[in-house]
T-cell receptor, first 113, second 115 residues
Framework: QKEVEQDPGPLSVPEGAIVSLNCTYSNSAFQYFMWYRQYSRKGPELLMYTYSSGNKEDGRFTAQVDKSSKYISLFIRDSQPSDSATYLCAMSAVRGGADGLTFGKGTHLIIQP | ETGVTQSPTHLIKTRGQQVTLRCSSQSGHNTVSWYQQALGQGPQFIFQYYREEENGRGNFPPRFSGLQFPNYSSELNVNALELDDSALYLC??????????????FGPGTRLTVL
């Protein structure tokens, strides 16, 4: 079992839909949770950063962390074709990631115009 | 504010050769982490440098080594290249200590192909 599981997709939804992306993990030591967006042949771009359990909202994006279930989610409201990309969840046990960020495989998201 | 930059963009090497990849951290950042991303996979942590010392290391063999310079830029060196080393190599910078958020910001990557 991998430390972080993420459905690779592709996930295809119509423009304007609410998108739900998820990751599960097995290491209970993880405390810092991130979502990155990666366009083809580019580096990952940080979208959301959350410490411990709870919700965080930034514009059209909402990140949720449920440490009791070892489950994190990213919601995208009013999805746009420009949101089409691969979404990577990442997490670490140590502040600053000196233990390295552990990533999921990424979910390939396609927003249909 | 200058973001993370990496050079070169692309590189082709043959098996057994050595390669050096370079990274300039984002302005104001003092920590650099390196990751390897194979096609269709998430990035895998290689190591992190803070104050010119290796601060953490993932499950990579010793032929992967690095340096951090006083200006916080960094190099990743890979010796005795293998076909499986073909990947996108990502550098991420962050600010440790002080008031930094400690989150990692990635550069565009160097795509290495080993033939």
């Amino acid at each position: 079992q991998k430390e972080v599981e993420q459905d690779p997709g592709p996930l295809s939804v119509p423009e304007g839909a609410i998108v739900s992306l998820n990751c599960t993990y097995s290491n209970s030591a993880f405390q810092y949770f991130m979502w990155y967006r990666q366009y083809s042949r580019k580096g990952p771009e940080l979208l959301m950063y959350t410490y411990s359990s709870g919700n965080k909202e930034d514009g059209r994006f909402t990140a949720q962390v449920d440490k009791s279930s070892k489950y994190i989610s990213l919601f995208i409201r009013d999805s746009q074709p420009s949101d089409s990309a691969t979404y990577l969840c990442a997490m670490s046990a140590v502040r600053g990631g000196a233990d390295g960020l552990t990533f999921g495989k990424g979910t390939h998201l396609i927003i249909q115009p | 504010e200058t973001g993370v930059t990496q050079s070169p963009t692309h590189l082709i090497k043959t098996r057994g050769q050595q390669v050096t990849l370079r990274c300039s951290s984002q302005s104001g950042h003092n920590t650099v982490s390196w990751y390897q991303q194979a096609l269709g996979q998430g990035p895998q942590f290689i190591f992190q440098y803070y104050r010119e010392e290796e601060n953490g290391r993932g499950n990579f063999p010793p032929r992967f080594s690095g340096l951090q310079f006083p200006n916080y830029s960094s190099e990743l060196n890979v010796n005795a290249l293998e076909l499986d080393d073909s990947a996108l190599y990502l550098c991420a910078s962050s600010l440790e200590g002080g008031q930094g958020t400690d989150t990692q910001y990635f550069g565009p990557g160097t795509r290495l192909t080993v033939l």
